[in-house]
């Protein structure tokens, strides 16, 4: 008999750790904490558009999607625009336009009933004992303390567990603000350029009558660069950004090299998703990184028994991952230097023009 609580801590339910509850064997005595998910959380601020290669992954996985997590319209094209030259190309790219809490909802209800699952629980210390790990959590009012074999981050961007155990490991990130407006005129979906205000991409998306337009900017200044740009697509794209409803926030990751990737390490602590670094820098498309490295976790589980030989699993069959990384990097520069990116606007390769 095993002298821990649980085999497993999952902290953190977004896709990365759901997906993980759903497909870790049942022989493993599971907890999954997430402190969100209740009455008075915050909602996470998010595009809520599954790009080509989420959808792959969740084919994968067999995992369909009820139609009450949809919301309106369902994009097939994304308008590039650049606020410096004004220009504009279309491209041809079918997302499938989603509710994010709902989603999240959506994946969580499909963990079986042999997972502990605790919503509305923060996580606030993790100890490494001897062997494996005591964690304490608040919920309720209360705090409550369990100890586990171990521990799986699927965090986040801000991730706790990777902040308490690689103190030092750093990953480039951002500050990702976005905001929401009544007003319904088109693009459906635009990837925004402006080089004055932020070296990544903004984005607007239309959802369910409404207008989302956000963008990442460099931590330092963010809010005002945001007010900038906001201005000039309002001026030199006609954008309707005149009275948000609601404003969100929050970090996001968007690592300088594949290296940055923060996987965990043999002593029984994995990093899973975002809170590993596993996120596309050009784009911040994170749900197939979050559901293709949660997959293989469950599968080095389900394969290995010690936690070096899960480890060594993960790192190598997660490579892929950090070789799209790598990929999404080396087009960076024509999607964010003005003069390549000019070029590939005016030659219209691949657009729908
Ligand atoms: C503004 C914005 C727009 C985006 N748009 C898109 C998009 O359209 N499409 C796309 O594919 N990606 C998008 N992304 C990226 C995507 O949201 C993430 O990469 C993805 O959610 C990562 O999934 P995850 O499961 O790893 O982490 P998350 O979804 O961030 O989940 C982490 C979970 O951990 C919980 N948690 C955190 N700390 C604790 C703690 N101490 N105790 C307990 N629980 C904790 C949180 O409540 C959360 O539910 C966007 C990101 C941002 C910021």
Not at 11 to 22: C, F, K, T, Y
Not at 29 to 49: H, M, N, V, Y
Not at 186 to 192: E, I, Q
Not at 231 to 254: G, Y
Request: charged share 25%.
């Amino acid at each position: 008999m095993s002298t821990f609580d649980y085999d497993i801590a999952i902290i953190g339910l977004g896709p990365a750790g759901s997906n993980l509850a759903r497909m870790l064997p049942n022989s493993y005595r599971t907890i999954a904490l997430d402190k969100g998910f209740c009455e008075k959380s915050i909602k996470k601020p998010c595009g809520g558009l599954l790009s080509e290669a989420a959808q792959k992954c969740l084919a994968k996985l067999d995992i369909h999607i009820p139609s009450d997590v949809l919301v309106s319209p369902q994009i097939l094209s994304v308008q590039v625009l650049d606020i410096n030259t004004r220009r504009k190309r279309r491209y041809m790219r079918p997302y499938i336009n989603l509710d994010r809490d709902k989603f999240d909802r959506y994946l969580i209800s499909l963990i079986p009933s042999s997972v502990e699952i605790r919503l509305g629980a923060w996580v606030s210390q993790i100890k490494e004992l001897e062997e494996g790990f005591m964690v304490s959590y608040h919920a309720d009012g209360e705090t409550r303390t369990f100890t586990t074999k171990y521990i799986v981050g699927a965090d986040g961007a801000n991730s706790f567990v990777r902040r308490t155990f690689f103190k030092n490991h750093k990953i480039r990130s951002y500050v990702a603000i976005q905001q929401w407006f009544t007003d319904t005129d088109k693009p459906y979906f635009s990837a925004v350029y402006d080089k004055k205000t932020s070296d990544a991409c903004s984005w607007s998306i239309h959802k369910d009558g409404y207008f989302i337009y956000g963008g990442a900017f460099k931590p330092n200044d963010c809010r005002r660069q945001f007010e900038i740009q906001k201005l000039r697509a309002a001026q030199r794209l006609c954008m309707p950004l005149e009275s948000p409803i609601k404003t969100e926030a929050c970090m996001v990751l968007r690592p300088k090299s594949p290296a940055e990737v923060c996987l965990g390490a043999s002593s029984g602590v994995f990093l899973i998703g975002e809170a590993a670094g596993y996120i596309s820098p050009s784009s911040f498309e994170g749900i197939s990184f979050a559901l293709d490295s949660s997959r293989v976790l469950a599968e080095a589980f389900l394969d290995k028994s010690d936690s070096l030989s899960i480890f060594k699993y993960y790192k190598a069959h997660t490579s892929h991952l950090r070789f799209k990384i790598f990929l999404r990097l080396l087009r960076c520069p024509f999607m964010f230097r003005q003069f390549l990116r000019s070029l590939v606007l005016m030659s219209g390769f691949t657009s729908i023009e």
